[in-house]
Structures are given as structure tokens and as C-alpha cells.
């Protein structure tokens, strides 16, 4: 670990799980990378491209998207260091992205297109209107959105633990397309 020593914190990825020695390395997790081959658009009612400044209801929504989130779970960060990444995501997303929202903005996605290939980044449903098929709308649209700009696969990444999203993506037709053991290196000696 030399190498990460001027560091504070180092992100490991594994493609199997690890044994490390070091108390200072925790794992965190495990990142699944869903993929799908889009063809058809579906039809999709109450969608929409966000089109505004950053508020309230959409900061929300992000860190809600984090809520299985490895910079959440990790209990070395601070809660405020979670918060500003996320806002920091949502921010660049609504910038250089697609952000698309429901027209009450209790739910929200975002998506990238490179080319031929679509990325979900952040996704979230109020908490209190979950259960009502708006994951899967959201999810639908943002198909849509990346077929309509040439992408024919999408990749959405989740955590293991969000068992909910994975049974979700499962049921619309991804298949699991990679899994990767993260661990965090948080080096104390560099704070002192």
C-alpha cells in the first residue's frame, strides 16, 4: 500500500472477494453492472426531461439514489462528504446529462449516451411514493430517451444489497453483465 500512502482514502476493485489483513481496508460492497439490448421504445405516460436549475426536491431525490451507496455505508466518511458528492453527481447530471422526472418531481433518472451504449447514473423514487411502478416508468423512459439518440445497450450499476433495484432491472429483461468485490483503503496516517 505504499503507493496509497499521500492518499487519504483508495477505492480497490475486485473481480472475487478479498481477504486483506489491514484494518484499515473495509469492504463495501458489491457493484452489479446490469446490461440490456434496447430495440423497441415503450410507451411511457407522465415522463419528463428536466429542464430547470437544481432545487430542493431533485437534491433529494439524489441522495435518496445513494441510499445504497458505499460512500454512504462507509462509516469512515462523513455523512456531509456523502451529501456533497451526490449533490456534486446531480449537479454535473442536470449540466452534461438527461435528467428525466415525473411531473410532481418525486422520482427522477439520469442517463449518459457515448455513442451506442446508454448509462443510468442516479435513480430514485420518493419514499413515499414507491410501489406505484414509477422505477420501472422511469427506467422505460430513459430506454427511450437512448434509443432516440442511437444507443441500442443501456447499463444500469447497483449494489448487491439493493435487492429491490436488481429484482426490478431483472424483471424488465437486463442480465447481470458484471460483478465487482469494492473495497475502501482509508489511511489514517495521512489525517495526522
Known sequence: MDAASEFQLV????????????????????KVTF?????QPNQ????????????????????????????KKDARLNLKEFENLYQHWIEKAIDEDIVLTN??????????????????????????EREKGLARQLVQSAENRAIHLGADRMLI???????????????????????????HYYNTASLR
Not at 18 to 26: G, K, L, P, R
Open 11 to 30: 477505492y480497490i476493485f475486485s473481480d472475487s472477494p478479498q481477504e486483506f489483513q489491514s484494518s484499515e481496508i473495509q469492504f463495501m460492497g458489491e
Open 35 to 39: 446490461k440490456k439490448l434496447l430495440s
Open 44 to 71: 411511457v405516460d407522465d415522463i419528463q426531461v428536466f429542464n430547470s436549475t437544481l432545487n430542493q426536491q431533485i437534491a433529494s431525490l439524489a441522495l435518496e439514489s445513494g441510499k445504497y451507496s458505499r460512500f
Open 103 to 128: 411531473k410532481s418531481l418525486t422520482a427522477m433518472v439520469t442517463i449518459s449516451v457515448e455513442e451506442k451504449e446508454a448509462s443510468i447514473g442516479l435513480l430514485a423514487v420518493n419514499e413515499k
Open 157 to 183: 450499476n447497483t449494489q448487491e444489497q439493493n435487492i429491490a433495484a436488481c429484482n426490478l432491472y431483472k424483471s424488465m429483461g437486463y442480465e447481470v453483465a458484471e460483478r465487482v468485490f469494492i473495497y
